[in-house]
């Protein structure tokens, strides 16, 4: 059994069916009999990394896909980060309230840059400086584990240091 491969369809093609393709007018025009050099298994590899295939001079030709984009990347990543962030305010404001009603107010006071620094977690400079994935955690676990270092005891019991 042969099979084929068109790069114009990106579909895969066997021999055994030609007649009933040519009958239905389908055949592709492009269709290339797959052999020993490139496999079947390393056009399907190439289109599943979404590689941009050509066939010229007798050779299959791969060229990688480009990188994503960085920004809906970011976006994504920075979008958990905010749920997590959501979850560590609405402890806080437990705290801060509780401190405020206690007339505590170094405690309050404490909560307060904690939760403005949580508010900006996502717009300091080595976050927003970020250029591939790996840079931006590293600065989003910084930021946070310098946010945590700088509260007092009770104030870092509504932070698990682990969540980012």
């Keep these: 059994?042969?099979?084929?491969?068109?790069?114009?369809?990106?579909?895969?093609?066997?021999?055994?069916?030609?007649?009933?393709?040519?009958?239905?007018?389908?055949?592709?025009?492009?269709?290339?009999?797959?052999?020993?050099?490139?496999?079947?298994?390393?056009?399907r590899a190439a289109?599943?990394?979404?590689?941009?295939?050509?066939?010229?001079?007798g050779k299959f030709t791969f060229t990688p896909a480009p990188a994503p984009p960085f920004a809906p990347i970011a976006t994504a990543y920075l979008d958990s980060v905010r749920v997590i962030r959501e979850q560590v305010l609405n402890r806080l404001a437990g705290i801060g309230m509780a401190a405020l009603l206690a007339a505590d107010t170094m405690t309050a006071q404490a909560v307060a840059s904690a939760r403005q620094a949580l508010l900006d977690i996502t717009v300091v400079p080595d976050v927003m400086g970020a250029t591939d994935l790996d840079s931006l955690k590293a600065a989003v676990k910084s930021a946070y584990a310098a946010i945590?270092?700088?509260?007092p005891p009770v104030i870092r019991e509504a932070f698990d240091p682990a969540a980012i």
């Design 1 to 43: 059994m042969s099979i084929f491969f068109s790069v114009a369809t990106g579909g895969f093609y066997a021999s055994e069916l030609r007649e009933d393709y040519d009958v239905a007018g389908t055949w592709p025009a492009d269709a290339v009999e797959i052999d020993d050099a490139v496999t079947e298994g390393d056009l």
């Design 47 to 57: 289109i599943c990394r979404g590689d941009a295939i050509a066939f010229f001079e």
């Design 148 to 151: 945590i270092a700088a509260a």
